[in-house]
Nanobody, 127 residues
Framework: QVQLVESGGGSVQAGGSLRLSCAAS???????????MGWFRQAPGKEREVLAR???????WYSDSVKGRFAISRDNAKNTLYLQMNNLKPEDTAMYYC??????????????????WGQGTQVTVSS
């Protein structure tokens, strides 16, 4: 069983930065390097969307909405996944989730393709 716990959310003004963390635990010593890891968000009334993915080989992928502003990374020793968010915009306001899966689902697949989820952390960006 993989457990994920997000932290680091909060309220920030437009143009500001936040760093989200996702502490992982599970069957392996370093869950974050043994699973495909991802960051998602869900705004009220909208479907959960993938923002960034970090594959087993270290390859990354970003959605167009966050490319150039957000960066996904991991610390294997701390078994923690990060999402550095810069130049935040009001439209970034949402609940943010980290997720893990044994393999990276194909791009375009629904968020339900991911097996493990954290409880989420709220990010609010004011103009």
């Amino acid at each position: 069983q993989v457990q994920l716990v997000e932290s680091g959310g909060g309220s920030v003004q437009a143009g500001g930065s936040l760093r989200l963390s996702c502490a992982a635990s599970g069957y392996t010593v370093s869950t974050v390097s043994s699973y495909c890891m991802g960051w998602f968000r869900q705004a009220p009334g909208k479907e959960r969307e993938v923002l960034a993915r970090l594959g087993l080989s270290g390859n990354t992928w970003y959605s167009d909405s966050v490319k150039g502003r957000f960066a996904i990374s991991r610390d294997n020793a701390k078994n923690t996944l990060y999402l550095q968010m810069n130049n935040l915009k009001p439209e970034d306001t949402a609940m943010y989730y980290c997720a893990a899966n044994a393999y990276c689902p194909s791009l375009g697949s629904k968020y339900t393709s991911w097996a493990y989820w954290g409880q989420g952390t709220q990010v609010t960006v004011s103009s």
